[in-house]
């Protein structure tokens, strides 16, 4: 466990460093999206949940993996001229769908089918928080960050009623 803390420690720093440029805001989304995804991974650990902790992963891999996917085949561009990476001017297309959201949205949305609404709803608060960093500092349109809830959210109810898991814990 102390290594995951770490790891992520030294990931969230590597980030900082490329996106050295942005604003707090931008800044706070990108730590946020790991938090919520951490404190999910946290909650079904102290409950014992471990059929539920797999599904969570799954649902999480399969959204990243299918967001990725989406945004090589739709080939959208960003709403700035800046690449977020480098910020070097450039011509970026891949906008669509937002990264960072479907991952942030991809804890509460299995929380919300998992343990329910009331369990959700911080999760649901920080992943908005995050999407709405990606549109203020011009990594994404409205339309990505709304794409990237929508596919953790399918994702997340999908998984459930595949694995045959109660809707509540």
Known sequence: MKMIWCLLVVFVDVQAL???KTDWITKAGDKIQFAVNLSTLGKTWILGDSSGRMLYLKATLATVAETEILKNITHQKRPCDVCPLTNRSCVCYKSFPSGHTSFAFASPSYEFYRYGLKSSIPGYIAASMVGYSR???????????IAGA???QLNAYLGMKISGLSLYY
């Open 135 to 145: 549109v203020h500092g011009k990594r994404h349109h409205w339309r990505d960050v």
């Open 150 to 152: 929508l596919l953790a």
């Open 18 to 20: 490329v996106y050295r």
